[in-house]
């Protein structure tokens, strides 16, 4: 089949491509501004690419499927065309992988408002390090796996992040109601992407959704901590492992330390023989994404005996690009980068650099650029979070001209109570002169630094430049 990817640059659009072609399908694809670094891998994979959006151009390709990304909107003029004509079917990338790669699999789904790529990648980590050769298909780019899309063996389960963001622009679904959950992993839930929904109960709604369609022979794996994850109630229809660190879990972490030397933490499964877990990964959130993926790891291979999935691996892990990855690392400075863009995730990150690097002086650059952080919906849960860091530069709310003046996140008003609480904090009219005032802060410092990055997005390039211009 030839199948022509629109938005094919995206991560979990150029990563499904690859998929497809990897299952012997002519791929092609077009984007606007085709970009790396996917344009890049695409094109070693012997995947055409096409510059911007052209229905004449379309028509004469004749491609038996379009897969039309979540980015497209009504507008688009390969969008229209297809509507006008309906020459050529066309389908959502979750429906898509529902029919070409998932159909058949045991599929292991990951779902929560938080850590969804790291916790999928060691999942896949975990049944490759025990002898298996699953597929998955990672929203990211882990350094373990070493790619972020494998189709791997039929008999062995696929791993798939499982996004609660909608499907297309013609299907307001959540992907992950697409992906046939053999077990699903609801690793939290919170009030996200308030562009898509209402209110915390909607996004509860969606979840409970998901757990509708596992089997009765499959799993749920559940954060047993999380209020918002237990007043979904009882899933009567299936079997639950609930994993966290109070007692009422079947499986629990215990033991939780960090420090400068690393993390170690405790798994035990219903009593038995608890297996310690030595590793590199920041923070008890990465505990938890590790308890979750050896949790789901184990039910796939051993459903009788999960203790017997071996963990050592974890030692090893490396993490995924862009997930409290450290680009600077000298006694007089640090350069961490974070995908993070959710109060809560800020606030734990912040924690675990806290333990992780005592006596340094934290500042963290935040950049509201999410469809949620760049409005007020979350503001007073970001001006908490970032209170835990010593400094904080709040970068341009992207996209802010989009925004009422009402609706739009206030970087003054975040500073003004950032400052009462004694924190300084300092804004700037674009990201190129945050830039050069974090410089000038930080190359006049006495104590050491550490600088983390927070953004879903590029920063308008000023991390790079940031890291060049401390080593200039």
């Given at each position: ?300 291979l051993f459903p009788d005996d999960p203790t017997q999935l071996k963990l050592d691996a974890l030692a090893r892990f490396r993490g995924v690009k862009r997930r409290q990855e450290l680009l600077v690392d000298t006694p007089a400075l640090k350069v961490i980068e974070d995908f993070g863009h959710h109060p809560t995730a800020l606030a734990e990150t912040l924690q675990s650099l806290r333990a992780r690097h005592p006596g340094l002086t934290v500042n963290a650059v935040f950049e509201p650029r999410s469809n949620t952080a760049r409005t007020k919906v979350l503001q007073a849960s970001f001006t908490r979070a970032l209170g835990l ?84």
């Amino acid at each position: 089949m030839k199948i022509y990817f629109m938005g094919i640059c995206g991560t979990a659009m150029g990563n499904a491509a690859l998929l497809a072609r990897a299952a012997g399908h002519e791929v092609l694809g077009a984007d606007a501004g085709v970009y790396p670094p996917m344009s890049t891998v695409l094109a070693s994979a012997g995947i055409t690419l096409h510059e911007g959006y052209d229905p004449a151009r379309l028509a004469r390709l004749a491609p038996d499927l379009v897969v039309i990304g979540n980015a497209m909107s009504r507008g688009n003029p390969e969008v229209e065309w297809l509507l006008d004509t309906r020459a050529i079917a066309f389908t959502s990338l979750p429906a898509l992988l529902a029919d070409f790669v998932l159909k058949g699999r045991k599929n292991i789904v990951i779902a929560g408002t938080h850590g969804k790529t790291t916790t999928t990648a060691l999942t896949a980590f975990l049944l490759r390090e025990n002898g298996r050769d699953p597929g998955f298909l990672i929203g990211g780019v882990p350094q373990d796996p070493p790619v972020g899309n494998h189709l791997g063996t039929a008999a062995d389960p696929f791993v798939i992040e499982g996004d609660e963001y909608d499907s297309a622009f013609f299907d307001k679904r959540s992907k992950f109601i697409h992906y046939a959950p053999h077990i699903a992993v609801m690793n939290n839930l919170e009030f996200d992407h308030a562009d898509i929904f209402r209110d915390l109960a909607d996004v509860q709604r969606t979840f409970l959704h998901l757990a509708r369609i596992v089997p009765r022979n499959g799993w749920i794996v559940l954060n047993g901590d999380d209020d918002n994850l237990r007043t979904l109630g009882m899933f009567s229809w299936t079997r639950t492992v609930k994993v966290g660190t109070g007692e009422g879990n079947d499986v629990r972490i215990t033991h939780f330390a960090e420090s400068p030397a690393g993390v170690e933490f405790t798994l035990t499964w219903r009593g038995e023989d608890p297996q310690v877990v030595r590793w590199s990964q920041p923070g008890i959130f990465n505990a938890r994404n590790a308890a979750m993926a050896a949790v789901s790891a184990a039910l796939a291979l051993f459903p009788d005996d999960p203790t017997q999935l071996k963990l050592d691996a974890l030692a090893r892990f490396r993490g995924v690009k862009r997930r409290q990855e450290l680009l600077v690392d000298t006694p007089a400075l640090k350069v961490i980068e974070d995908f993070g863009h959710h109060p809560t995730a800020l606030a734990e990150t912040l924690q675990s650099l806290r333990a992780r690097h005592p006596g340094l002086t934290v500042n963290a650059v935040f950049e509201p650029r999410s469809n949620t952080a760049r409005t007020k919906v979350l503001q007073a849960s970001f001006t908490r979070a970032l209170g835990l860091a010593d400094e904080v530069y709040i970068g341009a709310v992207n996209r802010a001209d989009k925004l009422k003046e009402g609706d739009r996140f206030d970087v003054e008003a975040v500073i003004q109570h950032l400052d009462v609480q004694g924190v300084h904090a300092y804004t700037a009219d674009t990201n190129a002169a945050l830039l050069d005032k974090l410089l000038a802060n930080t190359s006049t410092a006495r104590e050491p630094q550490l600088v983390v990055f927070f953004t879903n997005g590029s920063f308008d390039g000023i991390i790079g430049r940031f890291v060049s211009g401390t080593k200039g």
